[in-house]
C-alpha cells in the first residue's frame, strides 16, 4: 500500500513542536543510521527531492542532511507506522556515513547488558 | 565499545517528560520493528530482563511489552547513539509481531516519493 503524501498528511501526527521522529535505515543492508525530525516542510521537501531534509531543533531550522557534509542520502522509500507519530526512511547513504563523529552509524555505543 | 548502564546513565538525555525514543529492530533480519518510548526505570528493567519495557505516555504507565498480547520481545543488543538521546534495541521478537494491528511491523504503510 502506497498513499501520496497530500493523502498521508492528516495521519501524520506533529507533535506540540510541530515535529515527528524519523528513523532512518540504510536500504541496502538494513542498519540504522540515525534518528532525527522532521516537521512538515521537511517531509514534503523529502518527499519532492527524494534526499532527506530534517528539522534541526537546536538550530531552529530546517536542515539537508548532507550540505555540508557531503554525506547526502538518497530516499528509496519511506513509511509512516500504525500511530502515525513515527516515520521510517530507507537511504542510500552516501560519503563517509551519517554520523558526525565519523562513524557511519550515530548507534555505535554499547549498553551491556544485565 | 560496551559499557555498564550505570556508566552510560549520565550520558542518556531523557527529554523534558523524563523520555528517550527507542528504535525496535529485529535482530535477525534487520528489520524495524516500531519506536516506543523509555523512561529511566523501564530502560533499567529492559537491561535486567533482557526483555522490553516502555513507557506508555497515553497510559502513563510502564508497559512490558507482550504481557498481554505475547508478543514479546527479548533482547539481544541495545545502543544509544551519539547524542545520547535516542535508543536501538536489537530483538528477537515473539509472537505475531510487534504491532498491535497484527502486522510484524508498525511502518506497514507507505507514502509515495514525488
Known sequence: MSAA???V???V???ADGLVPAIVQEDETGEVLMMAWMN????RL???RRRTVFYSR???ELWAKGDTS?????V?????DCDGDTLLVRVVQHGKGACHTGNRTCFFREIELG
Not at 40 to 43: P, T
Not at 70 to 74: C, E, L, M, T
Open 70 to 74: 557531503g554525506d547526502i542520502q538518497d
Open 40 to 43: 512538515e516542510e521537511s517531509l
Open 76 to 80: 528509496r522509500s519511506l513509511y509512516y
Open 13 to 15: 501526527k506533529f507533535n
Open 5 to 7: 503524501l497530500e493523502a
Open 46 to 48: 523529502t518527499v519532492e
Open 9 to 11: 498528511l492528516g495521519e
Open 58 to 60: 537546536s538550530r531552529r
